[in-house]
């Protein structure tokens, strides 16, 4: 059985740094991707960023320069550097993973993100 577990979140000031990380164990093949969604209250989940098996990575607009994806492959975990955090980045904070040519999805139950101005 694949399970991703979250850890990491929590509340902070605007301004502040946290370091999400995300733990894959199972039995779990050919990981195409890993990465971070988020969703805020009230609004649908959205990507925040992914890391490919090759080592690219894609960001949301409104992370970009401020959040880092890094991935190690040996272990199977993501994490998630989040820098200069605004109130707007509230959210419970999900990780994924792709397999199967990006056919499937695995998900975590999610880590709770609280940014305070």
């Known amino acids: 059985q694949v399970k991703l577990v979250e850890s990491g979140g929590g509340l902070v000031q605007a301004g502040e740094s946290l370091r999400l990380s995300c733990a894959v164990s199972?039995?779990?093949?050919?990981?195409?991707?890993m990465g971070w969604y988020r969703q805020a209250p009230g609004k649908q989940r959205e990507l925040v960023a992914r890391?490919?098996?090759?080592?690219?990575?894609n960001y949301a607009d409104s992370v970009r320069g401020r959040f880092t994806i890094s991935r190690d492959n040996a272990k199977n975990t993501v994490h998630l550097q989040m820098n200069s955090l605004k109130p707007e980045d509230t959210a419970v904070y999900y990780c994924?993973?792709?397999?199967?040519?990006?056919?499937?999805?695995?998900w975590g139950n999610g880590t709770l993100v609280t940014v305070s101005s």
């Open positions: 994924n993973t792709k397999v199967a040519a990006f056919t499937l999805d695995y």
């Open positions: 199972g039995r779990i093949v050919n990981i195409n991707a």
């Open positions: 890391i490919f098996s090759g080592g690219s990575a």
